[in-house]
């Protein structure tokens, strides 16, 4: 069995005199090696869970422990083998890229070389331009690189893809799984699902500051899709359409008729989309 990094049990906060609760009774575990999606609306309790996990929030009730000891009792050694990429980059627009790579690596007592990771995300040659002269995009992959900066053991990140063209997010995601593949463990918050659907092992959905379900992808689209069959097929130059279920499928004559007899234009099966469990699970829109 895979070692648990982080556990959590009945994870409880309030923001300062406000009678409710942010997060409200939590409880999952974050194996090694795992990439654990926190999923939910705004205002769920997503940013605060990881505020919480990276010690930057404190008074919390319940118990969190990382490697099997209690968060409160690690000083800030802690920061050393984690990396944190959180939605909004903070950079210092004057220092130019490189010049911000290398301050924040001097915080930590384990570093890595900086140049290999600004190839990778296309900024080596901007490294020598001013922070203040970078689009969004370009913010948002150095504070990607930033996050690694420390060879970190745990990457938590929020909305890491968020504002990225295709490309530039592929290979935020690529080296992410990368990261994982090396034995790395993420715990990611976004609203994009497909995201989600191409890194997360295993979902934990949000809403009102409780845990609604965790479970894998696969999982989730198994239990809130539905087991039929849509097919399409031409037949004398028109498009038909039938609907099978998948129980028994091999043995209904109609559909093996269609296969043998007719040319198949579309297929699909009735699994859901995550947006859809998405809005199932927590009773509201993802950009809500």
């Known amino acids: 069995m895979s070692e648990v990094i982080i556990e959590v049990k009945d994870?409880?906060?309030t923001y300062g005199k406000s009678q409710v609760k942010a997060v409200?009774?939590?409880?999952f575990k974050v194996k090694k090696g795992e990439i654990f999606g926190l999923l939910g609306p705004s205002g769920a309790g997503k940013s605060t869970t990881q505020k919480i996990l990276t010690r930057l929030l404190k008074g919390y009730g319940g118990t969190i422990t990382y490697l099997g000891k209690d968060l409160s009792a690690y000083d800030n050694t802690f920061y050393e083998d984690i990396g944190v990429g959180f939605e909004l980059p903070v950079h210092f627009s004057k220092l130019t890229g490189e010049e911000n790579m290398a301050f924040f690596s001097r915080l930590y007592r384990k570093q890595v070389d900086v140049a290999p990771l600004l190839k990778r995300v296309g900024l080596y040659e901007d490294k020598d331009?001013?922070?203040?002269s970078y689009s969004k995009g370009m913010k948002m992959r150095l504070n990607f690189v930033r996050a690694l900066l420390n060879d970190p053991k745990v990457l938590f990140l929020d909305e890491v893809t968020n504002g990225l063209d295709p490309k530039n997010a592929r290979?935020?995601?690529d080296m992410i799984r990368a990261f994982k593949e090396q034995g790395g463990t993420?715990?990611?918050t976004t609203h994009l699902?497909?995201?989600v659907e191409e890194l997360c092992d295993n979902i934990a959905f949000i809403s009102g500051g409780r845990i609604k379900e965790i479970a894998t992808p696969r999982e989730l689209k198994i239990k809130y899709g539905k087991r039929i069959l849509d097919v399409e097929y031409?037949?004398?130059?028109?498009t038909k359409q039938n609907t099978f279920d998948l129980d028994g499928l091999s043995n209904n004559d109609t559909f093996m008729s269609i296969l043998k007899n007719h040319d198949i234009e579309t297929m699909h099966s009735g699994e859901t989309s995550l947006d859809d469990i998405f809005i199932k699970v927590t009773g509201e829109?993802?950009?809500e």
């Open 11 to 13: 994870l409880m906060f």
């Open 24 to 27: 409200d009774g939590l409880s």
């Open 129 to 132: 331009k001013m922070v203040g």
């Open 171 to 173: 290979i935020i995601k």
């Open 186 to 188: 993420v715990i990611l």
């Open 193 to 195: 699902m497909n995201d």
């Open 234 to 238: 031409a037949l004398n130059g028109k």
């Open 285 to 287: 829109s993802i950009h």
